[in-house]
């Protein structure tokens, strides 16, 4: 059973593990590898008997083993269980992997195989049996509007709440790292204790306490017009080892979402249509609607050429300085539309 490249749905294959369905053969590759790592840890808790773990369970690396002792592995009978687990993560990385057709097309009835790789080439052996006969899923990394909701999901779990505006800015902070997220959010309930809601003051406090601005604040300011603070946070964001890359995929994701939004004003959308439309958040929305009316349609179509020619600059190792202020500068400012529009007329 083979799924196209999409969010990894972790609750869907947990609540298949509580009711003792398991596959005989599973493939997860992909850039989420937390998720999946998620999936991974509820497969071990509910096949594997805790008492004879030592026995049933295998945990090995690609780079350590080949096709032909996974396949002795997998080939095993469990001791004293119903099942045994495998797990290989950087299948990739295996050599003579492709001893695994075979058993993929008569995989063992009491072992749960589980291959792990970054990316799978179906052209190639075993993929493309993998894909016919097993369980395939190639997660995705999350979007920005998929982040959001889910470390908010996350902090329910825990049985706490999180202020919009702080979910916000903690993503900001980090970014769509699912990873990196959970680790914030570990460190964020421990420093509010019995604290049961995560404010804009406590994400600032311990989040941001290495990082005097965020992506996020940088992309406001451009939005709003506001060249003194937007070149003195771009400055003070680079000096403390911020990439220009990183900063200039920020903002060209930023502006993205001005031009939807913008389009979502001429069609006359609801604010609750406009945060289907764009996936803004409410608090973040607001002030979008504002910096929507700092540009006109046909700037927002030159700030994309300044932020692509920008970013095959930063990637050159231009000096990421000169071109943030100048890119930044003329956005604001217009200057090249501007210079360009008086060359026409």
Known sequence: MAKTKEKLDV???????????????????????????????????????????????????GNETDGKKIVSLASSYPMMADRRVVIVKDFDRVSGKEVLESYAEKPSATTILVLVTLSADYRKKPYGTLKKL??????????????????????????????????????????????????????????????????????EKVVGVSREFSTFQLCDKIGEKNMAKALEIAERMLNSGESAVGMIAAMTNHFIRLWKLQDAVRQRKSEQEMLQYVYFNPVALKSSLLQVRNFRSDE??????????????????????????????????????????????
């Open 134 to 203: 097993g369980v395939i899923h190639e997660s995705r990394a999350f979007y920005d509007n998929e982040a959001i909701p889910w470390l908010e999901s996350k902090v329910r779990k825990i049985k706490r709440t999180i202020d919009p505006a702080a979910s916000q800015l903690l993503h900001s902070f980090v970014g769509n790292n699912l990873r990196e997220l959970s680790n914030e959010i570990e460190k964020l309930v421990i420093a509010i204790g019995d604290q049961e809601k995560i404010s804009i003051a406590d994400v």
């Open 11 to 61: 609750e869907q294959f947990v609540s298949s593990f509580k009711k003792k369905q398991f596959a005989p053969l599973y493939l997860f590759c992909g850039e989420e590898s937390y998720l999946i790592e998620e999936v991974i840890d509820a497969l071990i808790e509910y096949a594997v008997d805790p008492s004879m773990k030592e026995f049933n369970f295998d945990l090995i690396h």
């Open 300 to 345: 927002l179509e030159n700030v994309f050429i300044l932020l692509s020619e920008a970013d095959l600059s930063a990637k050159s190792s231009g000096d990421a300085k000169i071109i943030m202020t100048k890119t930044i500068a003329e956005i604001i400012s217009g200057t090249i539309y501007h210079q360009e529009e008086a060359a026409v007329t």
